[in-house]
């Protein structure tokens, strides 16, 4: 089974900055696979979405509307995805979750942004923003 722990939440005013942290660790697979990992956000009393992922060339993506924003990276060892948020708006605020699939036959770039496709989340990191 695989755990997701996301960190870096909080709450900061307008224009300010957070960056969030996921680590993730376990793999049914056997050691020595890997992770999609895939940050996504749900607004109080909204779908989630997608916000940021790696794909399998490890690649940055990001939803067009966040583009000039955030900015999505991982570690070296490729089991932590980090999320930089910047000029944070009233309208980010939302629970911040990760999520991850290590199913080996599927790619990385398969439906990145989609949460349907990932089996594996954390519990989430709350960002509020206050203007």
């Known amino acids: 089974q695989v755990q997701l722990m996301e960190s870096g939440g909080g709450s900061v005013q307008s224009g300010g900055s957070l960056k969030l942290s996921c680590a993730a660790s376990?793999?049914?697979?056997?050691?020595?696979?890997?992770?999609?990992m895939a940050w996504f956000r749900q607004p109080p009393g909204k779908e989630r979405e997608g916000v940021a992922a790696i794909d399998a060339d490890g690649n940055p993506i990001i939803i067009d509307s966040e583009k000039d924003r955030f900015t999505v990276s991982q570690n070296n060892a490729k089991n932590t995805l980090y999320l930089q948020m910047n000029n944070l708006k009233p309208d980010d605020t939302a629970m911040y979750l990760c999520a991850a699939d290590t199913r080996p036959w599927l790619s990385c770039s398969y439906l990145v942004l989609s949460p349907t496709r990932y089996p594996d989340w954390g519990q989430g990191t709350q960002v509020n923003v206050s203007s």
């Open positions: 376990g793999d049914p697979y056997g050691p020595g696979g890997r992770y999609c």
